[in-house]
Every structure is written in C-alpha cells, then in structure tokens.
C-alpha cells in the first residue's frame, strides 16, 4: 500500500494505492460524507477490487485530510477528484481504463464526474437517493451516468433503493445506510460486476 498526496485547488487530497501486478483496470473510490475511507463496505468493496485483478486506490477529500468532517460544496469535491484521476491517469494508473466510485456523497462525486474522467464503469454503495424527510430526489446524477453502473444498496436504507436502469444493475443486501449488516454480500456484488466489466 502506497499512501501519498495530491494537490488540488481546495487542498491535498490524499490516495491509498494498492497496485497489483498487471492489472487490467484501476479502481478508484471516494468515501461518504461524513466517514473516511477505512468504512467497512469501502474496505470490502477494495477487496473484491483486488481480488478481480484491478488495483485500487481510495481517496481522501481534501476536507478529510485538513481534518474536517463537514463536507466541502459539491463543486470543490468534483473538482478535487476530477484532479485526483487526472494524476493518477498520467502517472500510477496510467495506460489502464479506470472504475470509479465510492459510498453515499463519494458515489454522487463519481456519478456527477464519470464524463469528464472517462471512467468506463462507476460502483455506487449505498447511494443517497432521497434524504429522509426531504422531498429532492438525486435520481438524476444516476440516470446521467451513460457506463455501466453496480448500485449496492441496502434494503433498509432511509434513503431509498434507486431503480435499475438501462445500464444501470441494482443489488439489495440487508443492511441500512452504513452496508455493514452483510458485508459478504457487498463483497459478492462487487466481485461479480466487475468480472462483467472484464468481459470484452
């Protein structure tokens, strides 16, 4: 595991690389709101990325890393992330088509960015559909992603389960919000989409 940082406009954002040897694609994760990159279902999505053949970085927000845990606006995180792949792109990944992703505001960053890195695949865990109590719905970052995207969302999560899509496959687990009541089960999803995603 390589730990290191990278400079963006609103601070260093930091990158836990794990590469492996020849791997066909890189996998590239951002964390929720509120958490860091060490929540169980990031942790096991990681796994399964490793153990399909893909090296895996998780991403710190700049926010995280100066030691906050109030998110920054939505448009400092896509910004710092889009500079993130960007390096990585050009120098630890370069030459291998990336997945991106993460959980809860970390999949929203990935949605709202998957033009602009070209990533070939986005894996959302528990996407943030609907904040309980309030009547927005964020379907629209879903449907905007035009990749194949894996949802991993559980069954009891007061944000909503979001519909499956045209390219778009949704898998229920036991759980709420946090994925943490079966993490197997999130291993398992994960492991199975992306051998899909290997598959020319």
């Not at 992330?81 to 992703?101: A, C, S, Y």
Request: net charge positive; with cysteine; aromatic share 4%.
């Amino acid at each position: 595991m390589r730990v290191f940082d990278v400079e963006t406009p609103h601070g260093p954002a930091r990158v836990h690389l794990d590469r492996v040897a020849r791997g066909w694609a890189g996998l590239v994760l951002g964390h929720g709101a509120g958490g860091g990159v060490g929540a169980r279902d990031l942790v096991a999505a990681a796994a399964a990325g490793k153990a399909a053949g893909l090296s895996v970085a998780l991403v710190e927000q700049p926010y995280r890393v100066a030691g906050r845990r109030s998110p920054a606006p939505a448009q400092q995180l896509d910004t710092a992330w889009v500079e993130v792949i960007d390096r990585l792109k050009k120098k630890e990944l370069r030459g291998v088509p990336l997945i991106t992703g993460g959980r809860s505001s970390g999949a929203r960053v990935a949605c709202r960015t998957a033009g602009s890195t070209a990533a070939v695949g986005v894996l959302c865990l528990a996407f943030p559909l609907r904040p309980p109590g309030r009547d927005v719905s964020r379907l629209d970052e879903l449907e905007a992603v035009t990749v194949p995207t894996l949802v991993v969302q559980g069954s009891s999560d007061p944000f909503g389960m979001p519909p499956a899509g045209k390219n778009r496959t949704v898998i229920e687990v036991a759980g709420d919000h946090g994925l943490r009541k079966d993490i197997p089960a999130v291993t398992a999803a994960v492991g199975q989409w992306l051998e899909t995603m290997r598959q020319p």
